[in-house]
């Protein structure tokens, strides 16, 4: 008798059902045994196919999902996990995904955990009861490993299914990567600078902004206005030798700094913006931040 296998099947813009039982490799789809049948063809969607094994339900095996699109799926018994990965899409500003999980039947306890995909560590978790829909996001890195791991939260009655459904929103900010002042973007004085104040979940992601400019001698003065109302930002007038010129933090999240004028030498500066507060990140529920959507702006001046 041939052993059965589960695979599950995704694709950009649209949900596919998952839970699929499979003795060979479906006709036209490359990536093995273990990959499902696109579209609505031979799939079981059922409490069924949940009392099978998953090939999904260990971090190693965790099933590859396309940003975009979703998944429908089954938890079948008390312990069953179901595992999906994604890397961080290779926007050099980065961006943040949506996680939505819905349509729980059977009175479900759905809950969701979000994992580093580096070292497995939980980042944050949601869940609910009575088949409640839940949902949250988190900002991602470009190349960087994230998991979600779906299982039954409390009092597992019955096998339950859900859909899953991840979709990524790009940062649009021109001036990225510049967290290094040796990735600092070249602007102009006088020239207004929009970009945002953001980083992705990532050990190696700074919020820090570089900027390089060249300046005649004379007074120099710098303004950071249009800030989000959930960061306190700061600003530092760098030397060319790494020395601190002026420093000047913002009063309160959401308030403007001004650098009051001072004097420079003829010369290469930098200027870093950077955050006084720890902005959130990543967060049960889709109300954003005001810096996900919100650009500030950097005016330097003679």
């Not at 926007?91 to 999980?101: A, H, K, R």
């Not at 070292?119 to 944050?124: C, E, R, S, T, W």
Request: one cysteine or more; aromatic letters at 8%; hydrophobic letters at 40%.
């Amino acid at each position: 008798m041939s052993s059965v296998r589960m695979g599950c099947a995704f694709a950009l813009g649209s949900v596919l059902s998952a839970c699929i039982i499979e003795t060979q490799p479906a006709p036209g789809i490359s990536g093995g045994a273990d990959a499902g049948a696109g579209g609505d063809g031979a799939v079981v969607d059922s409490s069924e196919a949940c009392n099978v094994k998953g090939i999904d339900d260990a971090r190693t095996t965790a099933r590859a999902f396309a940003l975009g699109g979703g998944v429908n799926a089954c938890i079948g018994t008390s312990d069953d996990v179901d595992y999906y990965e994604f890397v961080g899409p290779s926007d050099s500003s980065g961006g943040y995904v949506s996680i939505q999980v819905d349509n729980v039947t059977d009175s479900g306890a759905v809950s969701f955990t979000v994992e580093d995909g580096a070292n497995d560590a939980a980042i944050y978790d949601n869940m609910a009861l009575d088949a409640a829909s839940i949902n949250g996001f988190i900002g991602v890195v470009a190349g960087h490993k994230y998991r979600v791991a779906i299982r039954n939260y409390v009092g597992f009655a019955t096998a339950f299914k859900y859909r899953l459904r991840m979709d990524y929103t790009r940062i649009n900010d021109g001036y990225e990567p510049n967290d290094k002042r040796d990735d600092a973007k070249m602007i102009t004085a006088g020239k207004p600078v929009n970009a945002h104040m953001w980083k992705g979940f990532s050990a190696d992601a700074s919020w820090d902004d570089w900027y390089k400019i060249a300046l005649p001698a004379g007074n120099t003065n710098i303004e950071v206005s249009n800030v989000p109302t959930d960061v306190a930002m700061m600003v530092d007038l760098v030397a060319s030798d790494g020395s601190v010129v002026a420093s000047r933090s913002g009063a309160n999240e959401g308030a403007s700094v001004t650098l009051e004028p001072t004097a420079v030498a003829a010369g290469t500066y930098y200027v870093r913006v950077g955050t006084a507060s720890y902005p959130i990140i990543e967060s049960r529920g889709l109300q954003y931040p005001d810096s996900f959507t919100r650009a500030y702006a950097l005016k330097i001046s003679q």
